[in-house]
């Protein structure tokens, strides 16, 4: 009777998922595996992480178990656990999502060199389209999104995959489901939301039944809140980006907008792919980062700027382990070309408290911002002031975020300095802007 083994990493989920698929296809019985890989728990596992990926492992055990099956969860080194498993069920294949990190690479190079174990990776998994999508210059990914959009958007894509009808499980013990509190040290945002397949997929159909019409109008609007709020599910895989995209109207501005926002993750993780050192490294040398200046950045983390719309941000970042994207792009612009700081700095601070925060996407956000990314535009600066005038303007999303302030009517929000606000209370601006 033939075995293979899903390792389960960024695809927990029983809809769509190629890895799953495939090994019920091709093996009589399958053994659904997550590794609690020790090297990234306790210490290295964010607290908002480590909450929302212990619920999406309950949901999709107990998607599994809708299956026959169930979720083994062992606790080790990834490879040495994939090898126990092994030698106790006779499995010869193993099955996979592909992904781009130094981590991942390491990992699927030393599965590969398990002896009697076939390795299959799956792509289209964490993406919706393949990471080997390349120009015709040759080149071994594309460095500009526009051109890079029109070949995701021409691409082929798979038609998502059912769950299996049913999985069966050889006789294997399993560890208990990952209590959040051994997967990290810290607590979590008090507004986190909740991991999961089975919730990830009520919030895109409530998404698609109606909001992401106005999408392409409301997206920037701060206190709107317009956003899909479906990356923490897109990121940990409970929801395939497959699936997501094939369900997205791309014939109305609202759906060709969210579409748009795919590609751009997708377009992330082609580059990490083919420059895995941009994690941390700068993907273009960029010399412009003043001396470390540890009370601004101190500042910055805090929420405690001085500039309302900044502050709001990173302060909705700490409630909710989540923030919108212009409030993403304000806040690292306001450190890396106002503060002058290193976009590392920024970025490390985003990795501990976004739920939704992957190497691909963070990273090289903040280096698009940052100015040694793929932006074709390095000197952009976003002034603070501005933004707020344009994508917050009378203030209700800083009076939200910023109780403290909740008392200065409409616009008059962002600068407080001209209410005389106690500094006691809220501090002045760090640095002046331009029209403040």
Known sequence: MSVAIVLFTRDLRVHDNPALTAAARTADQVVPLFVVDEALVPDRCPPNRAHFLAAA??????????????????RGAVVDEVERVVRETGATTVHLAEDVSRYSDRRERALRELPNLTVHLHSGSVTATSTEL??????????VFTPYFRRWSAAHRRAPLPPPRALSVPPITSEALPDPRRLSSGSPSPGLRVGGESTGRTLLRDWLDGPITDYARA??????????????YLHFGCLSPTEVVTRVDTSTDGGLAFARQLAWRDFHHQVLAAHPEAAWSDYRRRVDSGPEDAGAVAAWREGRTGYPIVDAGLRQLRAEGWMPGRARLIAASFLAKSLHQDWRVGAA?????LVDA?????????????????DTRPNRVLNPLRQAERYDPDGAYARRWLPELAHLPGASIHRPWRANVDRADYPAPIIDCVGS
């Open 358 to 374: 992957d190497l691909a996407n963070n990273q090289l956000n903040w280096q698009w911002v940052a100015g040694t990314g793929t």
């Open 349 to 353: 601070h985003f990795l501990h408290w």
């Open 219 to 232: 997206n920037d609007d701060l206190a709107a809140d317009a956003t899909s709020h479906l990356s923490p």
């Open 57 to 74: 492992l309950a949901e999709l055990d107990k998607e599994l178990r809708a299956l026959g099956a169930a979720l083994i969860v062992r």
């Open 134 to 143: 390349t120009p015709s210059t040759g080149r071994d990914h594309f460095a």
